[in-house]
């Protein structure tokens, strides 16, 4: 029997029309939609003397095939096979399932001369899997015209349905079977879940006749998915004890506990932890409910994630035995702490450390700076990885050496290693870094040859192009990302116009950005109130400063500080400048002393001058600028007693100035 194809709308393969028999079908089935659920075939069993060893022979050539992804082969042997019974059929029309060419799984079950109720049930579950509303309704329409249907067809369409939000017609379907199992409920149950009714999911949870722990640890799971983890914790507590146990109820703790780790609730997920029993069996049947391998790595990762590393180590060496994830877990809980000699102490006990063991290693050294470890655990290793070879690449760049991650791009690249979207980040920084256009340019064009340009690339080439000094370049793409910027993509374009003085710009960009809703940060202030003192406008930074503070609950950071202080000093009100820094919450730094110094400079306050260059030369004493800027603001004036002494000052104090020099660049820039 023969169905012919027709066009599903929304389908992405071609689905099929029935023949008039099968139309009857439908028109019969669609009334009564309540066929019995029990396991059951549609056709008599096809068996024949053809089914000796030769025949089970080639149905474990075309399953072997199948399975070692040689579908074509298996198609080959499909077909030379003259005698083919249901079963055959069935394995090849689950290996075109399975890789989700349904066209071709339609065009075989079509011309099945027999089928059975696995052979409906792979189908609707194939199309069940493809997701998409077309696959859905290919799905429905086999399951009305099924002839008899067994408890998995109700439990996969339920599912089908459940998954994609379609829970009215899920719980018709539910309240429509003749029989259900416990796999039934917990379809229903995981639905109701998956689209966020907590109350309905527990309601029926409540009305269950026969739960086991995997329906248990299913509504834990699916709880806390939900945010309520307090409710998983009381069903937990409630329904456990009546539970089997095994290893579905030591999952459900599992899931708890790593779900407090997760909110940092950490004294909890031990309480949990200490109720599962380290060996202990349960009832009748010798059912074993007792910590897994997974509940000691779940305890030690809350420790390690909450920074307590003593306690998270006193859990690894109470276990029998540690896996790969036991020691990467503890490992990178050193890591975090910035513990690199405990880190490294237990790297060298680790029995086989794996790629992401080795890569743990070079983050950390890298983290803390020391990239002669970091590169020397780099090279070290056995096999690299794509995200070796990026941890490499941004430790070099973190660390400012430049030099250092361009070679290792490069090398990377002769390795045969393609870079990909979180190579190019730091790279683009590097550029930045050492402010080389050209270079940047370059890394631009590979990043359209090589990947699809997502967020953070798009910031790191607008922070680039921004820094280089091309802010026509970087406005391009800030405007083509268009409604996927986020407060990174706004800060790097303020604060490139505020650098190169487009003050204004970089004003309108902050209105703009608040406009959008998107909310600043102190990055963004910093930005915006140099831009204020770059274009003298005194009122409206102190303005922004009091935003800052009172609408968006910014604490003001010494660079706040310092940009306020340019802002009032370049406007010549240099005692309230000076006011400022009295009244600052910390000491000042080189930054806000050399504001008030500058200003001093362009104002001609000499008095003041001396102060602040007195303040600068002891917070920076190797530092000649205070030297030189008090010198000359008493030549200008006359003072040459005073002058004289600033130079013998810098002299005993063996200050030099450093020379000045140009640096133009040649490098084409198109």
């Keep these: 029997m023969i169905i012919m194809p027709r066009v599903i709308r929304g389908a992405r393969t071609q689905s099929y029309l029935p023949s008039p028999l099968l139309r009857s079908c439908v028109s019969q089935n669609a009334s009564s939609p309540s066929h019995s659920c029990r396991y059951a075939s549609t056709t008599k069993p096809n068996i024949s003397s053809f089914q000796g060893s030769d025949f089970h022979a080639q149905i474990k050539r075309i399953t072997h095939l199948i399975r070692t992804n040689r579908l074509t082969e298996a198609r080959a042997v499909f077909d030379q096979t003259e005698q083919r019974n249901t079963k055959t059929w069935n394995v090849m029309i689950s290996g075109y399932v399975k890789r989700r060419e349904m066209a071709k799984a339609r065009k075989l079950f079509d011309e099945m001369p027999q089928r059975d109720v696995v052979s ?7 199309y069940i899997s493809s997701r998409g509303s077309g696959f859905l309704e290919e799905a429905r329409y086999l399951f009305d015209i099924m002839p008899e249907r067994d408890c998995v067809t109700w ?3 339920i599912s089908g349905y459940a998954k994609t939000g379609e829970m009215e017609e899920a719980l018709r379907l539910f309240n429509s079977m003749p029989a259900r199992n416990v796999v039934s409920w917990n379809a229903i149950i995981s639905g109701f879940l998956q689209n966020g009714d907590v109350a309905n ?36 507590v409630k329904c456990g004890s009546r539970c089997d146990g095994g290893e579905d109820l030591v999952r459900a703790y599992n899931t708890l506990i790593v779900g407090y780790g997760q909110r940092g609730r950490v004294e909890e997920a031990r309480k949990l932890f200490d109720k599962i029993p380290v060996n202990c069996d349960r009832g009748e049947g010798n059912v074993r409910f007792k910590r897994n391998i997974v509940s000691w790595n779940s305890m030690i990762m809350c420790y390690a994630k909450a920074g307590d590393v003593v306690s998270a180590r006193e859990i690894f060496d109470q276990m029998l035995e ?3 994830f036991s020691w990467n877990t503890m490992i990178s809980g050193y890591i975090h702490v910035l513990d690199m000699e405990e880190a490294s102490n237990l790297f060298v006990k680790m029995p086989h450390p794996d ?12 983290q803390i700076g020391n990239l002669e470890l970091a590169l020397d655990f780099f090279k070290r290793m056995p096999q690299k990885n794509l995200v070796s070879w990026n941890s490499m690449i941004a430790g070099c760049e973190t660390n400012k050496d430049y030099e250092g991650a361009i070679k290792l791009f490069i090398q990377m690249q002769v390795e045969g290693q393609k870079p990909d979207r979180h190579t190019f980040p730091s790279i683009l920084s590097m550029s930045s870094g ?20 997502d967020v953070p690339i ?8 921004a ?10 793409i800030f405007e083509e990302m268009k409604l996927l910027k986020n407060v990174v993509s706004w800060n790097a374009m303020i604060g490139g116009c505020t650098s190169h003085g487009f003050a204004t710009e970089a004003l309108e960009l902050f209105k703009s950005m608040k406009s959008f809703k998107v909310l600043p940060t102190y990055i963004t202030f910093i930005s915006v109130l140099s831009a204020c003192a770059h274009a003298g406008l005194v009122e409206e930074g102190r303005q922004h400063f009091k935003s800052m503070v009172n609408e968006y609950g910014i604490e003001p950071r010494i660079e706040h500080f310092a940009s306020l202080v340019d802002i009032v000093g370049r406007n010549g009100r240099l005692e309230d400048a000076m006011d400022l820094i009295k009244g600052m919450p910390f000491e000042p730094d080189k930054a806000v002393w050399g504001a008030l110094l500058g200003a001093c400079r362009v104002h001609n306050n000499v008095e003041l001058a001396q102060v602040a260059a007195e303040a600068l030369m002891k917070v920076e004493p190797e530092n000649s600028t205070p030297y030189v800027l008090l010198y000359n603001m008493y030549a200008d004036v006359g003072r040459w007693d005073d002058a004289n002494e600033v130079r013998l000052l810098m002299k005993s104090n063996n200050i030099k100035k450093p020379t000045g020099y140009s640096w133009v660049d040649f490098s084409p820039c198109g």
């Design 201 to 236: 999911a527990i309601e029926f949870f409540d009305r269950m006749p026969g739960r086991d722990s995997a329906s248990l640890s299913a509504l834990v799971s699916g709880l806390i998915q939900n945010g309520e983890i307090d409710e998983a914790a009381r069903v937990l």
């Design 322 to 324: 540690q896996d790969t």
């Design 467 to 476: 820094r280089c000094g091309a802010i026509v370049e970087a406005r391009i």
């Design 120 to 126: 409906w049930n792979v189908m609707i579950s194939g």
């Design 434 to 453: 050492i402010v080389d256009l050209h270079l940047g340019m370059q890394i631009h064009q590979m990043v359209t040859k090589t990947v699809i340009p």
């Design 155 to 157: 439990n996969t369409v």
């Design 355 to 366: 790629t992401l063991t080795w890569n743990a290693m070079v983050s950390g050294y890298a």
């Design 458 to 465: 798009n910031n790191a080439l607008i922070t680039m192009y």
